[in-house]
């Protein structure tokens, strides 16, 4: 599904979904027993999928098909009540911030990027402007702003964590100093585990800094794993090379803890299967969980026709690395905050379960 996406027979049962923005975007998150993941609806390769929600009913239970057959048994999680309230100064919540799968608080702290500016320097996948344009955000959120929805998000809807990630502003800390000041202010309103996200500062020193801010997890996203496919999906932020990744890594797994420093990689961009888990391999070995998703296209982005990966290319990364991480003890489970511990972008977390039974 997440490869595919999935048709919508009620169109008005995606209105709540997330349509551009820093991602996941263009999906909507769906409960199958029991597990609530993100799943792509409003991509080209949805439009043609051979997964098709029906209508829900009264009880907003809907059934999955695939060509015609019923699969199973799908719902959609309620909007949140916190979407119901707008900050003093008249700006809704849910411009603010938005909830991610089930219970997870999500924020672009910065909604805007240097490496955005520029179709030359731009990431190819990227949608961070759209949501901005539509009116669907506000290009900074203030820490007082993030401190006041997230206290709400807890106490109304029962939120477990929180994701705080950034656009690429000018700096030699790339967003480390928004991110820092962000959450302290959270963590003085309420006691909900961050993860931060932003590319690797210049300066070692700031992930000390984040941390004794509040930050108990951290994000450093390759997206790609080889050089000449950064370079030509991302050409601003390959400027920052690999090498500079993992320096950064290891730098930061000693602050942070193992498992508590991920790095997000998009499959299907080019690189091969085995550069993929040679990188995931290494990343491994220093503590660093290395979540793999499938590449979605997003519609209004360069890369909105590029193909999805397929099932069979997902299975034959997700399942050599999910013994790998379960060997190594790093598993979803254990991290605090952030994307990996909500797995709802991935199958990952569900291969480790069937790697431990």
Known sequence: MQSYGVRLAEPKAGADSRRGGAGPSDHKAMTIDGMTVMVPV????????PYLVEKPDAFGRSVIRRDG???GEVSFPLQPKFYGLTTADGIPYSKIAVLHGRDVLATTVL????RY????KTCQFCAIGQSLAAGRTIERKTPAQLAEVAK??????????MVMTTGTPPG???GAALLAESAAAVKAAVDLPIQVQCEPPDDDAWFGRLRTAGADALGMHLEAVTEPVRHRIMPGKAQVSVERYFEAFAAAVPVFGRGQVSTYILAGLGDSREDILATCERLVGLGVYPFVVPFVPISGT???SHPTPTPAFMHAILGPLSGMLVASGLKAIDAKAGCAKCGACSALSTYERRACS
């Open 42 to 49: 409003h991509t080209a390769p949805a439009f043609d999928s």
């Open 69 to 71: 057959l019923a699969l």
């Open 111 to 114: 909604q805007s990027c240097i």
């Open 117 to 120: 500016q520029s179709r030359t």
């Open 152 to 161: 709400a998000a807890v106490e109304l809807d029962g939120v477990k964590h």
């Open 172 to 174: 030699r800390d790339r």
């Open 302 to 304: 360069p890369l909105e």
